[in-house]
């Protein structure tokens, strides 16, 4: 989690330039400056603002240190279809609807009306991806939904800590503008292509992870679902495995530079040329 005590003490010019404002106020100064150029950032903390200045600033010193010091990149996920695949109870088939009536599996949790059902690998993803990249949750989903998934996937915040972006931060389009850290070093992995108009070079696409059948599917006999048939995704060969081992080889290269100022201007998209599919993702 971002410290407040840094924040406030942040490059600052002669006539303060209100970089950081929590709840209205700016944490230098102490006045109350219009929020009207400044972008919100309520996933890390509620109530927070950063200008223009204090995005740009964050985004490189951020990139910097996790660079140099810690020899990670950025990566954002999304949850839905990738990590993960959710559905309505009320959908389920009738094939599949013996999932709630027994005891409920490790994998599979039941939240409100919905099911959820983690993709195979993920744990040992997570852990493996950890080491290499500073990690980010963006999904379309809502608040309270996605923290929900986060628990069950990273109980500790271990992972992704406080940086889950939803609909509440970004309603309409994906935007790598609320992820604090230089575009250059950042990786995305999403099973949907359009909804990163503004940054398909830093996209990895991945197959969409259906476990129930699709709503579209329901009265589709002739292929059962994954649950329906009490299978899954191969865990050492499925697609998050597969892009693990692509993750693995961008870092490489990323990182095979011999001179450490290189660091300071390496684009990790020239290595990604997204939206790109690695083999078997």
């Known amino acids: 989690m971002m410290n407040m005590n840094v924040l406030s003490s942040s490059p600052s010019h002669c006539t303060c330039g209100h970089w950081y404002i929590l709840h209205g106020t700016c944490l230098t100064c102490k006045e109350k400056p219009s929020l009207v150029q400044n972008l919100p950032f309520n996933y890390l903390f509620l109530g927070l603002h950063l200008s223009q200045e204090a995005v740009s600033f964050t985004k490189r010193l951020t990139t910097l240190i996790l660079l140099h010091r810690h020899k990670k990149l950025h990566l954002v996920l999304d949850l839905d279809h990738t990590l993960v695949h959710t559905v309505k109870v009320s959908n389920l088939s009738q094939g599949e609807k013996y999932l709630i009536e027994g005891e409920t599996q490790p994998c599979l949790k039941l939240y409100q009306n919905r099911i959820i059902k983690v993709r195979p690998f993920v744990k040992d993803f997570l852990e493996e991806a950890n080491n290499l990249f500073n990690m980010y949750v963006y999904t379309k989903g809502g608040l309270s939904y996605a923290k929900e998934i986060v628990r069950m996937i990273d109980p500790n915040k271990t992972y992704f ?6 609909k509440r931060d970004s309603p309409v389009i994906k935007t790598l503008d609320l992820v604090l850290a230089d575009e250059r070093g950042i990786v995305i992995v999403d099973d949907t292509v359009h909804v990163w108009p503004h940054h398909n070079r830093n996209l990895l696409n991945i197959t969409r992870y259906n476990y129930f059948k699709h709503k579209d599917n329901i009265n589709n006999v002739s292929k059962p679902s994954y649950a329906e048939s009490k299978g899954d995704e191969s865990k050492s060969s499925g697609a998050l495995a597969n892009l693990l081992k692509h993750l693995k080889e961008i870092h ?16 990790v998209r020239l290595l990604i040329k997204g939206p790109f599919k690695p083999h078997g993702c």
């Open 252 to 267: 490489n290269g990323f990182f095979s530079c011999v001179v450490q100022e290189e660091l300071d201007t390496k684009d």
């Open 161 to 166: 800590g406080d940086r889950v972006i939803t």
